[in-house]
Structures are given as structure tokens and as C-alpha cells.
């Protein structure tokens, strides 16, 4: 079954107690290399694809972690309880926008989405390589809202 043509995108954690389905194309699709993505995933960085929360229903419970940012904003992060798996995050200074971590999800609707910057690029580790022909943002630059 495939939805390229419906813009609907479908994942879960690595347990499968908490899946989730968005319809729409993301607002934007960045490279994260700020610190805290680099904690969470214990990697280099973290893709995420920020979408209109409105657009995203999830199923089953999720933990939650707060953290006020350098911006003053207060950015959560949702995991599950059972496996870890983290998620979703949502900022105070992006209201009505979640960020979903796109290795979470399903092959095929990860596949069809494409990393279009670099962000909190000044955090980069030289051993993280990344597609160098990406722009690439010190901080990050404002999403535009569709
Ligand atoms: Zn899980
Ligand atoms: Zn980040």
C-alpha cells in the first residue's frame, strides 16, 4: 500500500505501543545538531520533520520531558515509557507545530521525505557527516508556517 499521493505519514516506536499517522507534508525537514538532539539520540544528530500538530493523531500513552531552552522557550519531548524510543517535541515558540523524529518513521513514508537544512549547524561534530550540499544554519532560522 502506498500513500506518496496522499501525504499521509505513519510510524511508532521501537515497541509498538505508541504509533502515530499525519496527514500533510511537513513544514520543514532539518538535520538537528543542537545539543540536546545530540543527548537524546546519543548520535551526531537528530532528523526531524516538523508538521501541523493538528494534522497528528497518536495512539498510546507517552512520556514526557520539559527543558526551558537557551530562547527561553519551553521545549518538550515525548518518548515512550517502555522502549525509550523518542518521538515527538513540541516548543513553546512553535506553537501548533510537532516535531516527529523521522527515523521513527515507517520505512516506506521516511523514504519519501528529504532534509532540506542543516540546523544548530555550530553544534556539528566533524565526524557527523552530512550531505554538504544542504544549507546549513548556525541556530534555527524560523520555520515558515503552510
Ligand atoms: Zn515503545
Ligand atoms: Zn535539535
Not at 509498538?16 to 543527548?39: F, H, L, W
Request: net charge neutral; with cysteine; charged share 20%.
Amino acid at each position: 500500500m502506498s500513500d506518496a499521493t496522499t501525504d499521509t505519514f505513519r510510524g511508532s516506536c521501537l515497541c509498538g505501543a505508541v504509533s502515530y499517522e499525519i496527514t500533510g507534508a511537513p513544514m520543514r525537514v532539518a538535520q538537528c545538531c543542537c545539543s540536546d538532539c545530540q543527548k537524546l539520540t546519543g548520535t551526531g544528530h537528530a532528523t526531524i520533520a516538523f508538521f501541523n500538530e493538528a494534522t497528528c493523531t497518536i495512539a498510546g500513552a507517552v512520556s514526557s520531558y520539559e527543558k526551558v531552552a537557551d530562547s527561553g522557550n519551553t521545549i518538550s519531548r515525548d518518548f515512550c515509557p517502555t522502549c525509550g524510543s523518542r518521538l515527538f517535541g513540541r516548543g513553546s515558540g512553535r506553537p501548533g507545530m510537532i516535531g516527529i523524529n523521522v527515523g521513527s518513521m515507517d520505512g516506506d513514508c521516511a523514504d519519501r521525505l528529504q532534509p532540506q537544512a542543516v540546523v544548530f549547524a555550530a553544534r556539528r561534530h566533524p565526524w557527523d557527516l552530512l550531505d554538504e550540499a544542504l544549507p546549513q544554519f548556525p541556530a534555527m532560522p524560523p520555520i515558515p508556517k503552510k
